[in-house]
Nanobody
Framework: QVQLVESGGGLVQAGGSLRLSCAAS????????MAWFRQAPGKAREFVGV????????YYADSVKGRFTISRDNGKNMVYLQMNSLKPEDTAVYYC???????????????WGQGTQVTVSS
């Protein structure tokens, strides 16, 4: 079993920054691919980015590329999403997820956090 808890969401003005954290309870955290997804009201869950188990590779959705950065600290069982130059379109509930393979599909992740709200005002 893997338990994931996100934190760091909040209200920020356009152009601002937030850093989301995801704390994982896992026996073998370093073996999991970790991803971030988001879901806005009335919208489907959307891939944001993913980081490989070692942290050596990252991939991002075009909508956030150049603005968001995923990192992880396997020694602390933590994964982070640094969000810069935030736009109102980034407003959503953000979820971290754990899986065994690197994919942009939500179907590829077995474990999910409860989500944290990010609201970007114009």
């Amino acid at each position: 079993q893997v338990q994931l808890v996100e934190s760091g969401g909040g209200l920020v003005q356009a152009g601002g920054s937030l850093r989301l954290s995801c704390a994982a309870s896992a026996r073998t955290f370093s073996s999991y691919t970790m991803a971030w997804f988001r879901q806005a009201p009335g919208k489907a869950r959307e891939f944001v980015g993913v980081i490989s188990s070692s942290g050596g590779s990252t991939y991002y959705a075009d909508s956030v590329k150049g603005r968001f950065t995923i990192s992880r600290d396997n020694g602390k069982n933590m994964v982070y999403l640094q969000m810069n130059s935030l736009k109102p379109e980034d407003t959503a509930v953000y979820y971290c997820a754990a899986g065994r393979t690197t994919t942009n599909s939500a179907q590829g992740y077995n474990y999910w956090g409860q989500g944290t709200q990010v609201t970007v005002s114009s």
